[in-house]
């Protein structure tokens, strides 16, 4: 079965700072990978994708995430984070049985300090 | 364009009354997922349609909630009768397809709370 996990559930950066989410998967073969935000009373956007090809995956709003088989991550980064990217963020995998729907993480709460 | 259109948004019910979650997907997209959303379990996909049709409910927690596809235009999800472990945030996602794009289009939400 494949599952994610998300080993931070608070991660505090300052304004200008850069981030980095992390995201570790399990999964037997090559995974669809995607990084969700979430900004409070929303529902889920999609920031990103993985499906194959280069492995570091751009973005909306100026993220990109890294995929890294050896390490089973897809770690999310943004280089200078900014106050409106305060949200929840959640990884996610699918791929089972052929099919890309996925499986969340628990999330991340970004707090964005000014 | 509109996106996917959830209501009730927020919905207070006593315990054993019915609940009925209303969604219309995007237009055009052929796929619709159910999820529920709560801070014990995070977020869980309890059932999806393809081009109307049920795929895999194997994530409906119990024979209390169902949930239909009646036109490509519309979904229910129904919990009869209520308890107060139902309480959370419903969301309801449209997609393109089902195995070529990956993305799914979020509804806001309905949170039940159900006393």
């Known amino acids: 079965a494949q599952s994610v996990t998300q080993p931070d559930i608070h991660i505090t950066v300052s304004e200008g700072a850069s981030l980095e989410l992390r995201c570790n998967y399990s999964y037997g073969a090559t995974p669809y990978l995607f990084w969700y935000v979430q900004s409070p009373g929303q529902g889920l956007q999609l920031l990103l994708k993985y499906f194959s090809g280069d492995t570091l995956v751009q973005g909306i709003k100026g993220f990109e995430a890294e995929f890294k088989r050896s390490q089973s991550s897809f770690n999310l980064r943004k280089p200078s984070v900014h106050w409106s990217d305060a949200a929840e963020y959640f990884c996610?995998?699918?791929?089972?049985?052929?099919?890309?729907?996925?499986?969340f993480g628990r999330g991340t709460s970004l707090i964005v300090h000014p | 364009d509109a996106g996917v259109i959830q209501s009730p948004r927020h919905e207070v019910t006593e315990m054993g009354q019915e609940v009925t979650l209303r969604c219309k997907p995007i237009?055009?997209?052929?796929?619709l997922f159910w999820y529920r959303q709560t801070m014990m379990r995070g977020l869980e996909l309890l059932i999806y349609?393809?081009?109307?049709?049920?795929?895999?409910d194997s994530g409906m927690p119990e024979d209390r909630f169902s949930a239909k596809m009646p036109n490509a235009s519309f979904s229910t999800l129904k919990i009869q009768p209520s308890e107060p472990r139902d309480s959370a945030v419903y969301f309801c996602?449209?997609?393109?397809?089902?195995?070529?794009?990956?993305?799914?289009?979020f509804g806001e939400g309905s949170r039940l709370t159900v006393l």
């Open positions: 996610a995998v699918g791929g089972s049985g052929g099919s890309y729907i996925p499986t």
């Open positions: 996602a449209s997609s393109p397809g089902t195995f070529n794009t990956g993305e799914l289009f």
């Open positions: 237009s055009g997209h052929n796929s």
């Open positions: 349609f393809n081009n109307n049709v049920p795929i895999d």
